[in-house]
Nanobody, 115 residues
Framework: QVQLVESGGGLVQPGGSLRLSCAAS????????MGWYRQGPGKQRELVAA???????NYADSVKGRFTISRDNAKNTVYLQMNSLKPEDTAVYYC?????????WGQGTQVTVSS
């Protein structure tokens, strides 16, 4: 009954920016930790950033200083602002949310960084 819908992916040049959004809907009472993962071609899915219900954030070393995770609890939405993008950031980005006692995943959105 819970759905996470992502948007904001696309093609961008190196050094550019994108903002990803993920909105949760359905049988939601409250949302705990939310996060963003990514999976590049031929690679394992990895954590990019996470944010607790209280706003505490964690980032992968590879994106620190470039990416910012945030959330709007009134909209049940988590965002990922991505700046200074590099070709190695190319991946499918997935959002994740802890709702009650279960984790849910979005469908993923493609981010391609290329000239």
């Amino acid at each position: 009954q819970v759905q996470l819908v992502e948007s904001g992916g696309g093609l961008v040049q190196p050094g550019g920016s994108l903002r990803l959004s993920c909105a949760a809907s359905g049988s939601i009472f409250s949302i705990g930790t939310m996060g963003w993962y990514r999976q590049g071609p031929g690679k394992q899915r990895e954590l990019v950033a996470a944010i607790s219900s209280g706003g505490t954030t964690n980032y992968a070393d590879s994106v620190k200083g470039r990416f910012t995770i945030s959330r709007d609890n009134a909209k049940n939405t988590v965002y990922l602002q991505m700046n200074s993008l590099k070709p190695e950031d190319t991946a499918v980005y997935y959002c994740n949310a802890l709702i009650r006692t279960l984790y849910y995943w979005g469908q993923g959105t493609q981010v391609t960084v290329s000239s």
